[in-house]
């Protein structure tokens, strides 16, 4: 059985690039969404294995996205992939509850590796 992934980015060629980089590792898009509303609405009817999440979405809502996921699901597997590499960004998103951060361009091996660990902690 497929691991499932919800990929949240506001650039569709992102979210291409992402789906694609996950699928040679194993893993079934089951939703794209590109703004706050949108992730929290499919997280909750989809309930997916993990989560990528730019923090910087078209509205600015990223880390509100976060936190909601995170009240729907504790237990929810959420990895920040993001061109904005602030610290301080970062570790709100650590402390807000994702698992990791990627920074932007990544390796796609540093992506498929990343989601691996995740579901195995």
Do not use: Y
């Not at 610290?87 to 091996?109: V, W």
Request: aromatic share 4%.
């Amino acid at each position: 059985m497929s691991r499932r992934v919800l990929i949240v980015d506001s650039s569709k060629l992102m979210r291409r690039l992402i789906s694609e980089t996950l699928a040679e590792d194993g893993w079934a898009t089951v939703g794209e969404a590109n703004d706050d509303k949108e992730t929290i609405k499919l997280f909750a009817e989809l309930h997916p294995d993990a989560v990528t999440l730019d923090v910087l979405m078209s509205n600015g809502q990223g880390m509100e996205a976060l936190k909601a996921i995170l009240q729907i699901d504790p237990q929810a597997k959420v990895v920040v992939v993001s061109a904005l590499t602030q610290t301080k960004l970062i570790s709100e998103a650590i402390r807000a509850g994702a698992e990791d951060f990627i920074a932007k361009p990544f390796m796609p091996e540093q992506l498929q590796e990343t989601l691996r660990l995740c579901l195995a902690k």
